[in-house]
């Protein structure tokens, strides 16, 4: 049976529980008699070891089952003792190991050395594992086996055979010379040879191939061993025929990246079928709407244009529900980064994750991977001094997400930032004194910021702040630290449910039209053009109690002021917490837009964010103020 | 012998390999940009990619009053830029072994160097020395 169309599938499933796992370990740790929890991880373990065993990937299968085995012995006893929570986590590692090596296509590396470590020697009992799988050749793997699996039978000499410490993987190419009579014979001494010397893990052609007579002129052989190379190609020279011998390495195994996790989703069967019905209803309303195109019938072309801007809508919005995954695929792994952290340092970290149900479009999931591990770590590392709380919470805001990793710690403190700020030169004094606290904090994320001790902790990710802000900026979010001495520290991602769709007003902007996103706006106004008052150079005009700044838009861009009509429309957007007018020539509508790219060098020109290509093939370009606002010239001349 | 496209800009004649052009479009539609200025015309819509026009006469600061209404798109190794050029002329085939580079070391007016087609001096584009000089005016 072909299983590779499953390969995904199973990759992205155990993927998940793996997740799981590793977050039921740490919770298990906490309460080590709950009973539901290690329920819950045996029936975990067991559904990768039932998967793994379909797939044929044996060694996953084999380390689950002895997982399986190991909780099925807590179930009993009703208790996990704490010295076994360790060897879990790292059984657990090593399944996360065994998922890259299959994804990478290569040999699943060995597990003997864990299994031996195993802290109860009565629940390894590998043998009489019930794995649907053809039975395991272990050699001497385990202790608990009796030696049979010695006498192995030709048929699985793609098996592990052997067991040797750290071994080295790698491939071997035998190639024979040209003309060898009984080129396959020779072949099945090639492969007796290399069984000698560790693990023959596959070959192609497999010894059964040979034994039938296959072709032979070169053989391809995956080796564990810890013999040299010299060793083994000396070796191989002596048989006859032998040619040639050349190895390739396995080192594509450190490249292993989540990749293939991205280019699968799973989607609930229910949105699947709603989202075909919603195209079978679409493609009844063209009939309709061809007929009474064809017949002239105005009413009815009218009513079913509006049944169909509907059902775009509501394909719009199911397509769109399938884009996103909860917030949980990727807070699964925090429980666990929180317990080594705070085990390596000593301190007391309690992890709170809340709103991991909510929903974000995967491609801001999986840019925002790193940056919430490095948040978390930080958190642990500078924010919490003995003991403390981090919290991992997330909330819809309009079309925005709310991320927010925040810790009851010492808090930053925006003077101390602004002093260092000028030590290092990033800053002249005068400058520091200048800046808001609210700016103060965001000095953090100036590359070079970051103090050494920042550098070594996290170098191994090469994330520091500047990236976490990069990457939140570069998903058309918004970056906000809010911290003071004593108060703890919170960091607020703001980030688009998706990036592809995103709500716009459309607006004039000195005759030309531009779009300006919806996330960006608090409200826009129709202001009576006698209400602007002038305060110095700037022009300013009242909202409530309020006395707001007016700034032009086509000023902003450089381009002509337009005339001045009775009613100045006015677009009311946030500057560093402060609210601010844009005004522009008049509104044209809000829709939803399909973001464009842009190329360079319209992506280096400051405020342009995208561009939409309207129902005539026109292009608006998406601007947003913000950038624009933050380096204006000082309004002198208004 | 290599395929060349040859144009002017100005007065002058230059020549661009065929395999750094993805397309030569009739007369797309330009689009405004905002904060485009000088050297940046506007915007083409290109297959649903959106490109920047780059009015190359006058980023090389020649005086062209008319552009043809022919923009030549670079392929992505050279960020898919679309070119306005006083005039697109033809491809011709050139032997390149004769190239004459540039004896000055100065990259005048971006060009690789000449090389003669029938008795003219054709300036061979260096594309590398226009990025440059759009990355310096747009950073």
Known sequence: MDMSQYRELFFSETREHLNNLNQLVVELEQQPGNRETIDTLFREAHSLKGMAATMGFNRTAQLSHHLEDLLDGFRKTGVVPAATVDYLLAGIDLLEGLLDDMTAKSAERSIDEFLQRSPSTEVVLVAEADVSSPPQVNGNDDQSLPLVAVEVEPSDLVEPLANIEEPDAFQVLVSLAEGTVMASARGILVLRELEKFGELMSSKPDLDALRNGAPCQQIQAWLRTSLTKDHIEEALRKITDVAQVRFIDDRRREEVSREDAAKTIRVRTELLDQVVNLVGELITQRYLLNSAAAGRNWDELRQALGQTSRLVDDLHHHALQARLLPLESITGRLPRIVRDLSRKSGKKVTLRLTGSDVGIDRVVLEALTDPLVHLVRNAVDHGIAEEGTVTVSARREKDLVLVEVADDGNGMDSERLRSQAVEKGLLTAQQAENLSDRDALMLVCQPGFSTAAEITETSGRGVGMDVVKSAVVNLGGRLDILSAPGEGSRFQLRLPLSIAIIKILLVRCAGHPLAIPITRIDRTLGLPTAEIERSGSERVFRLGEEVLSLVSLPQLLGLPEPAVGEITFVILTELQGRKIGLEVDCFIGQREAFVKNLGFPLNHLPGLCGATVEGDGRVVFIVDPQPLLENRPLLSSN | ?139
């Open chain 2, 1 to 139: 012998m290599a395929l060349i496209l040859i144009f002017t800009l100005a007065e002058e004649t230059y020549g661009l390999e065929i395999e750094a052009i993805q397309e030569v479009v009739e007369k797309p539609a330009l689009h405004f940009v905002p904060r485009a200025d000088g050297a940046l015309l506007g915007a083409i819509n290109f297959h649903g990619q959106i490109l920047s026009l780059v009015d190359l006469p006058r980023l090389l600061g020649f005086d062209s009053e008319q552009l043809d209404h022919r923009r030549v798109v670079l392929t992505a190794e050279y960020q898919s830029l679309a070119l306005a050029v006083t005039l697109v002329q033809r491809i011709v085939k050139l032997d390149l072994a004769a190239l004459q580079s540039n004896l000055t070391g100065e990259s005048k007016n971006a060009a690789r160097g000449v090389v003669d087609m029938d008795g003219t001096l054709v300036n061979l584009l260096d594309l590398d020395e226009i990025l440059k000089q759009l990355r310096k005016l747009y950073q």
